[in-house]
C-alpha cells in the first residue's frame, strides 16, 4: 500500500476514533424511536448485513430500541457449549483473526510486521507474565453478529480492569493503519482463575461507535469517561464455559489469552467460530502419554518463572507465617507475598510456609528479563560527577541504606493508595539507562509525569522516616509503613512533611516537581519491601492480579 494512502487511512480512522462520537450514536441508538420509524430500521439492518433473525430469541418488533436488537440475545440452546474436558472454547461469535502461541517476549502481531505488548494491552506488567508462551486468539465480531461475550472456561472471576482510550475502528483499515490499535482502545479485561489451565484473560475490545462495553457480572458501562478502574470482588465469581460475561453496543473485538502452554489450535486462522465451539485442545501426542507412562522416571516440571522486579503471590487458607531466603513474614490478604529485586541474580529462590501446623516449600525460578533500554542525553555536570558529588551520592545511598532493614509492625493493605489523584499512566520502571552513550544502573521506580505543583499523596498510612536533599532524587521523601515497606517520593518542588511524621494514607507529602537530575517536572515513585525494588504499578492493582504461584501447576493458580 503506498505511503500516501496510509497515511489518508491513518487520518480517517483518527477523525472517527474519539469516544464523544461513539457516546453520541450511543444515545441514538438508546433512543426509544416510534415502532413505524424503528422496525424498518432494523429490517434494513438486518438485510443489509445478512442477520440470521431466526435464531434471535424474540422477533424483530419485539425491540424497543436499535441498541437492544443489536445486543439481542439468542433463542435457548442456539450455541451448544462444548463439554470435552481439556478444552477452551470461543467466547465470541467470530471471524479468528489470529490464533497462535504467545511469543515469550510478550509482544503479539497487530498486522504483518505491527507488534503490540500484553502489558499495554492488559494494562498491567504483572497480569502479562502468566501468558509469555501461553496461547493468544484474536476474535472480531462483525456487525451482522451476535454481540454477547461468554466464558470460555470454568474458573473464577478474580479480577476486572477498565482500561479507556481513543476508539479506532477495528475493522481491516483501523487494523492496517493505526499502531498498537489494541492498546490504544478503550477496554475491558476480565481475568479468570482456572483449575484446568492456569489464568485466561478475556480482552473486550471497543471499536469505533461502540462504546459502553457491559459486564454481566458487575456494574461498569466503559466509555463514559471514566479513568482506569481495576477492581477484585471480595470473593471470586464463579463462572461456568458458556456464562455470558459482558455485551458490546456496538461493533467489537476480543482477545483471548490463556497461560495453559499444551494446547492445540483447532480452528485456523479466518475461520468463523461460534460461541462454546472448542478453539484449543489439550495435545494428547505420544509424547504426553510416554510421560504419563513414566512419570516416576520423568525430571520434575521445572520451577515456573517469575522476573526481577515483580513480585510472587502464594495464595493458601490458614497461612501461619511465610519465609524467603532468612526473612520471615506474615501472611498479606490470604497469601504469602514476596517481592523479588530488581537486581536479583536469575536462578532459584525458595519459599517457605507454615499453613495449618505443616510445613511447605515451594521454589521460583528468577528468570533474566531484558527490561526497555532507555536513552538520556543529559548535561555533563549531571552525569560525569566531581569527586565532591560522588562523595555526596555515595553519602546519600549510605543513608538511605538504613532505610531498607527496617521491619515495623505493617500499617498497609494492598492495593496501595496511588500517589497522584488522577494516577497518569506511568512507565520507565526497571529500564536499563543508558546517559550520554554509558550504561548505567537501571531505573528503580515508576516514573509519573504530571504538572508542577500536583499533589503528591502518601500510598498508606506511615511514619516519615526521612526528608532529603539528594543528588539524584532532588526533594526526596520516604515513608515506612511496616513490614519492610518504605515509599519513596522524588523530585518534589515542595516537601510538606518533615521526619518523624505520622501519615494517614492519601495525606499530602509535598508537590510534584523537577528537583535534582530530572529532565522535567514528573513524580518518581519507588518501592522497596523488604528491601526489593519492585514495579509499585504491581502494588496498585488488586492483589488478586499479582503473578500466583501453585507449586502443583506452576505459576498460575487453582484457587
Ligand atoms: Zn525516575
Known amino acids: 500500500m503506498s505511503g500516501a494512502r496510509t497515511a489518508l ?68 440452546a442456539a450455541r451448544p457449549i462444548e463439554t470435552e474436558p481439556g478444552v477452551v472454547v470461543s467466547p465470541s461469535d467470530s471471524r479468528l483473526a489470529a490464533i497462535g502461541r504467545v511469543p515469550e517476549d510478550g509482544r503479539l502481531e497487530q498486522v504483518k510486521g505491527e507488534r503490540y505488548s500484553l502489558e499495554a494491552l492488559l494494562g498491567s506488567s504483572g497480569d502479562a507474565e502468566a ?34 482510550g481513543l476508539l479506532f475502528p477495528v475493522n481491516g483499515m483501523g487494523v ?51 479513568a ?57 501426542g505420544l509424547a504426553a502419554l510416554a510421560l504419563s507412562a513414566s512419570a516416576l522416571a520423568a525430571a520434575p516440571a521445572p520451577p515456573p518463572k517469575v522476573r526481577p522486579g515483580s513480585l510472587v503471590r502464594w495464595p493458601g487458607d490458614g497461612i501461619e507465617w511465610c519465609a524467603a531466603g532468612t526473612e520471615r513474614f506474615e501472611p498479606l490478604a490470604g497469601a504469602c507475598i514476596v517481592p523479588v529485586d530488581l537486581l536479583h541474580a536469575a536462578g532459584p529462590l525458595e519459599l517457605r510456609r507454615q499453613r495449618a501446623g505443616r510445613l511447605e516449600t515451594a521454589k521460583v525460578s528468577v528468570g533474566r528479563f531484558d527490561y526497555p533500554v532507555q536513552r538520556l542525553t543529559l548535561p555533563r555536570s549531571m552525569v560525569e560527577l566531581s569527586p565532591e558529588d560522588l562523595a555526596r551520592v555515595r553519602r546519600e545511598n549510605r543513608e538511605m541504606a538504613r532505610l531498607w532493614p527496617l521491619r515495623t509492625p505493617r500499617r498497609f493493605s494492598l492495593p496501595l493508595g496511588a500517589p497522584l489523584e488522577p494516577l497518569p499512566e506511568g512507565g520507565h520502571f526497571g529500564n536499563r539507562r543508558v546517559i550520554n552513550g554509558e550504561a548505567r544502573s537501571p531505573h528503580g521506580g515508576v516514573d509519573f509525569s504530571a504538572d508542577l505543583g500536583v499533589p503528591v499523596r502518601a500510598a498508606a498510612d506511615g511514619t516519615v522516616v526521612m526528608v532529603g536533599k539528594h543528588f539524584f532524587g532532588g526533594n526526596a521523601v520516604f515513608v515506612d509503613h511496616g513490614d519492610g515497606l518504605v515509599s519513596q517520593y522524588f523530585h518534589l518542588s515542595k516537601v510538606d512533611v518533615a521526619e518523624g ?45 499479582l503473578p500466583c504461584l501453585d507449586p502443583a501447576a506452576g505459576l498460575g493458580c487453582r484457587r
Do not use: C, K
Not at 19 to 39: F, M, T
Open 131 to 164: 501468558f509469555r508462551g501461553g496461547q493468544h486468539a484474536t476474535l472480531y465480531l462483525s456487525p451482522s453478529m451476535y454481540h454477547r461475550v461468554h466464558s470460555p472456561v470454568d474458573g473464577r472471576i478474580v479480577a476486572w480492569r477498565y482500561v479507556p
Open 9 to 76: 487511512e491513518r487520518i480517517a480512522a483518527t477523525a472517527v476514533s474519539w469516544p464523544l462520537l461513539s457516546r453520541l450514536v450511543g444515545r441514538l441508538a438508546d433512543l426509544r424511536l416510534p415502532r413505524p420509524l424503528l422496525l424498518p430500521l432494523i429490517r434494513a439492518y438486518v438485510r443489509a448485513y445478512g442477520v440470521d433473525l431466526s435464531e434471535a430469541a424474540l422477533p424483530a418488533d419485539a425491540y424497543p430500541s436499535f441498541s437492544a436488537f443489536f445486543t439481542r440475545r439468542l433463542r435457548e
Open 176 to 226: 492496517r493503519s493505526v499502531p498498537g490499535l489494541f492498546t490504544r482502545n478503550e477496554r475491558v479485561v476480565v481475568l479468570i482463575e482456572t483449575e484446568a489451565h492456569g489464568r485466561v484473560a478475556v480482552v473486550l475490545v471497543g471499536a469505533t461507535n461502540v462504546g459502553r462495553i457491559q459486564l454481566a457480572f458487575a456494574e461498569l458501562e466503559t466509555n463514559r469517561g471514566r
Open 228 to 284: 482506569v478502574g481495576g477492581f477484585a470482588p471480595p470473593q471470586p465469581v464463579a463462572v461456568r464455559r458458556g456464562d455470558e460475561l459482558g455485551v458490546f453496543n456496538l461493533g467489537s473485538t476480543v482477545v483471548l489469552l490463556v497461560a495453559d502452554p499444551r494446547l492445540e489450535p483447532t480452528f485456523e486462522q479466518g475461520s468463523l467460530v461460534r460461541v462454546g465451539q472448542a478453539l484449543w485442545r489439550r495435545a494428547l
Open 501 to 545: 511524621q505520622e501519615l494517614a494514607r492519601g495525606a499530602l507529602v509535598g508537590e510534584v516537581g523537577a528537583t535534582g537530575r530530572a529532565t522535567g517536572p514528573h513524580l518518581h515513585f519507588g518501592i522497596r519491601w523488604r528491601g526489593a525494588r519492585v514495579d509499585p504499578a504491581l502494588l496498585l492493582a488488586p492483589p488478586a492480579a
